[in-house]
Nanobody, 116 residues
């Protein structure tokens, strides 16, 4: 399984970006799809996640601004980011978790920079 993330870039404060993460290969028993972010010197942190049954959760700093969604085939996950702030600047990684051997799949990361 490979995850391909896209959609990052440079945006001004208050702007929007939409990240996408498409999976290729055979997916079995995926129970969670999510987006994490990481800045230099800090641990990777969960930004938003969606479970197999559609439950969503968000980190407090992004609540009300970010929206996670997925396609019907459950092979692509999206992150709509609105009202972006400089503190949202990070490398964003997508993640699929499989119940098969408790496996995590990661995308390659996409840089989001919020700056005027």
């Amino acid at each position: 399984v490979q995850l391909q993330a896209s959609g990052g870039g440079l945006v001004q404060p208050g702007g929007s970006l939409r990240l996408s993460c498409a999976a290729s290969g055979r997916l079995f028993r995926i129970n969670f799809m999510g987006w994490y972010r990481q800045v230099p010197g800090k641990q990777r942190e969960l930004v938003a996640g969606i479970t197999a049954v559609g439950s969503v959760n968000y980190a407090d700093p992004v609540k009300g601004r970010f929206t996670i969604s997925r396609d019907m085939a459950k092979t692509t996950v999206y992150l709509q980011m609105n009202s972006l702030k400089p503190e949202d600047t990070a490398v964003y990684y997508c993640n699929f978790h499989s119940l098969v051997e408790d496996t995590n799949f990661w995308g390659q990361g996409t840089q989001v920079t919020v700056s005027s």
